[in-house]
């Protein structure tokens, strides 16, 4: 790391210690629990220094309502430099998309405001239920467009727990939706988002697909990319792409106007400028070589953890996984995703409970977890790397309630974790652009 980099991040430091000693010890507290532990968490990942900077930068003071040219605030002209080269380098990531709103807040929001743009309130969605993989902003009950719009869900298949394209177009021939989403937060295979885009043109919906999770997959041709297909496409910027937290529309160009003006003024206010910032910093990083390796690293390793923990024994659902994730099915353990989250947790493994396709559990209880390699390929774990973290898992689930055990794992997963550290920079070499 640059010794400049260093130096500033050294004297912030020491500026939120003398003002905040609370705040400085519960950061320095989260840095630890960070370093020590594997992070199997599949929507997580570590940001470069050059992110975090970008994101903690001296752009959290301004307001800048409007759009980059069109503001209602005055002093904008380096957040318009900024916001056009985060959506400038986004559409050097997604060819094809026609027009890109780098501001939404987050992922959820990014798709409220395509939902805001093009349906009535009572219009229908057809989206994946939550409890079979999908989002809560793709219409749970409880969620803003499960009580705005008609929402109809489809699942995956019974037997292969995969998405059946001719079930989804007979569910969407009946209740003709006015917006299909395809897009998913736990569902390992490829999605086919040309067979959805037939769907949608079969029955006369428009075609959103929510790339959150996939989207750095998609960004380096590693999953087939939405963009021919859809009419939106929604992201977070936090996941696989290894950014800040955030959200972002791609769309056709006649949708354009209508986008933006959901976001702003429909859902919010200023737009979050230090993050856009940090956004365009992480495109950056995403437009390199490096970025391509880290995602097939990222493959690779899900891959080989799925293979590890199938040899021990586990039942992963679908049989095995094409992305970045893969869920666990503890029932022929006789356990819950509750129990193993909390015995992974105590042995310094960090993962979370997960509904799996017609889990008979309640949300807060689960018959699965989640596990994602974005962050453990981030450290530079390695496939081989891949059979340890199984075994660990193997070991804890074997005795869930034996603390004993979970320490013994802890003190190894410390030892091992503090070998891959956090990295500072993940350019090994120039940007291809
Ligand atoms: N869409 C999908 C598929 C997701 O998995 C998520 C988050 O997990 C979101 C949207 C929402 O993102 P956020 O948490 O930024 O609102």
Same mark, same amino acid.
């Given at each position: 790391?640059?010794?400049?980099?260093?130096?500033?991040?050294?004297?912030?430091?020491?500026?939120?210690?003398?003002?905040?000693?609370?705040?400085?010890?519960?950061?320095?507290?989260?840095?630890?629990?960070?370093?020590?532990?594997?992070?199997?968490?599949?929507?997580?990942?570590?940001?470069?220094?050059?992110?975090?900077?970008?994101?903690?930068?001296?752009?959290?003071?301004?307001?800048?309502?409007?759009?980059?040219?069109?503001?209602?605030?005055?002093?904008?002209?380096?957040?318009?430099?900024?916001?056009?080269?985060?959506?400038?380098?986004?559409?050097?990531?997604?060819?094809?998309?026609?027009?890109?709103?780098?501001?939404?807040?987050?992922?959820?929001? $990014?798709?409220?405001?395509?939902?805001?743009?093009?349906?009535?309130?009572?219009?229908?969605?057809?989206?994946?239920?939550?409890?079979?993989?999908?989002?809560?902003?793709?219409?749970?009950?409880?969620?803003?467009?499960?009580?705005?719009?008609?929402?109809?869900?489809?699942?995956?298949?019974?037997?292969?727990?995969?998405?059946?394209?001719?079930?989804?177009?007979?569910?969407?021939?009946? !209740?003709?939706?006015?917006?299909?989403?395809?897009?998913?937060?736990?569902?390992?295979?490829?999605?086919?988002? $040309?067979?959805?885009?037939? *769907?949608?043109?079969?029955?006369?919906?428009?075609?959103?697909?929510?790339?959150?999770?996939?989207?750095?997959?998609?960004?380096?041709?590693?999953?087939?990319?939405?963009?021919?297909?859809?009419?939106?496409?929604?992201?977070?910027?936090?996941?696989?792409?290894?950014?800040?937290?955030?959200?972002?529309?791609?769309?056709?160009?006649?949708?354009?106007?209508?986008?933006?003006?959901?976001?702003?003024?429909?859902?919010?206010?200023?737009?979050?400028?230090?993050?856009?910032?940090?956004?365009?910093?992480?495109?950056?990083?995403?437009?390199?070589?490096?970025?391509?390796?880290?995602?097939?690293?990222?493959?690779?390793?899900?891959?080989?953890?799925?293979?590890?923990?199938?040899?021990?024994?586990?039942?992963?659902?679908?049989?095995?996984?094409?992305?970045?994730?893969?869920?666990?099915?503890?029932?022929?353990?006789?356990?819950?995703?509750?129990?193993?989250?909390?015995?992974?947790?105590?042995?310094?493994?960090? !993962?979370?409970?997960?509904?799996?396709?017609?889990?008979?559990?309640?949300?807060?209880?689960?018959?699965?977890?989640?596990?994602?390699?974005?962050?453990?390929?981030?450290?530079?774990?390695?496939?081989?790397?891949?059979?340890? *973290? $199984?075994?660990?898992?193997?070991?804890?689930?074997?005795?869930?309630?034996?603390?004993?055990?979970?320490?013994?794992?802890?003190?190894?997963?410390?030892?091992?974790?503090?070998?891959?550290?956090?990295?500072?920079?993940?350019?090994?070499?120039?940007?291809?652009?």
């Amino acid at each position: 790391m640059d010794d400049t980099v260093q130096r500033d991040g050294q004297r912030a430091d020491a500026v939120l210690a003398a003002v905040d000693p609370a705040m400085a010890q519960i950061l320095a507290d989260e840095r630890r629990r960070q370093t020590e532990q594997i992070n199997l968490i599949a929507s997580e990942n570590t940001v470069s220094a050059a992110v975090l900077r970008a994101s903690g930068s001296i752009f959290t003071n301004k307001y800048a309502e409007g759009y980059p040219g069109r503001r209602y605030y005055a002093g904008c002209e380096h957040v318009d430099r900024a916001e056009r080269l985060a959506q400038q380098r986004a559409r050097e990531l997604f060819p094809g998309a026609e027009h890109v709103n780098v501001q939404p807040h987050s992922g959820s929001q $990014a798709n409220q405001a395509v939902q805001l743009a093009v349906l009535e309130p009572g219009d229908t969605i057809l989206s994946m239920d939550l409890s079979q993989g999908g989002h809560l902003s793709h219409g749970h009950r409880l969620n803003l467009a499960g009580k705005l719009y008609r929402i109809v869900s489809y699942g995956v298949d019974r037997e292969t727990e995969r998405l059946d394209y001719d079930a989804i177009a007979e569910i969407a021939r009946r !209740c003709r939706p006015k917006l299909i989403i395809a897009g998913a937060s736990a569902y390992s295979r490829v999605i086919d988002f $040309a067979a959805f885009a037939r *769907i949608a043109e079969e029955v006369g919906a428009l075609l959103l697909a929510d790339i959150a999770h996939i989207a750095g997959l998609v960004a380096t041709g590693l999953h087939p990319s939405p963009l021919p297909h859809a009419d939106f496409v929604t992201t977070t910027t936090h996941k696989t792409l290894r950014g800040p937290r955030g959200g972002m529309i791609l769309c056709r160009e006649k949708f354009a106007k209508a986008i933006d003006r959901a976001v702003m003024p429909g859902l919010q206010g200023g737009p979050l400028c230090h993050q856009i910032a940090a956004r365009a910093v992480a495109f950056r990083e995403a437009l390199t070589e490096s970025f391509a390796r880290y995602q097939r690293r990222i493959v690779e390793t899900a891959a080989a953890l799925a293979a590890a923990l199938d040899r021990h024994g586990f039942r992963i659902v679908s049989g095995g996984t094409d992305n970045h994730l893969f869920l666990l099915d503890l029932r022929p353990r006789g356990l819950t995703g509750k129990v193993a989250e909390a015995a992974l947790e105590r042995a310094g493994i960090i !993962c979370n409970k997960n509904l799996i396709p017609y889990d008979p559990e309640t949300p807060f209880v689960t018959s699965g977890i989640r596990i994602g390699t974005p962050t453990v390929a981030s450290r530079g774990m390695d496939v081989d790397d891949m059979q340890r *973290i $199984a075994d660990w898992i193997a070991t804890v689930l074997e005795a869930p309630e034996d603390t004993e055990r979970a320490e013994r794992v802890r003190a190894e997963v410390a030892r091992f974790a503090a070998a891959h550290p956090i990295a500072e920079s993940y350019l090994e070499e120039a940007p291809v652009s």
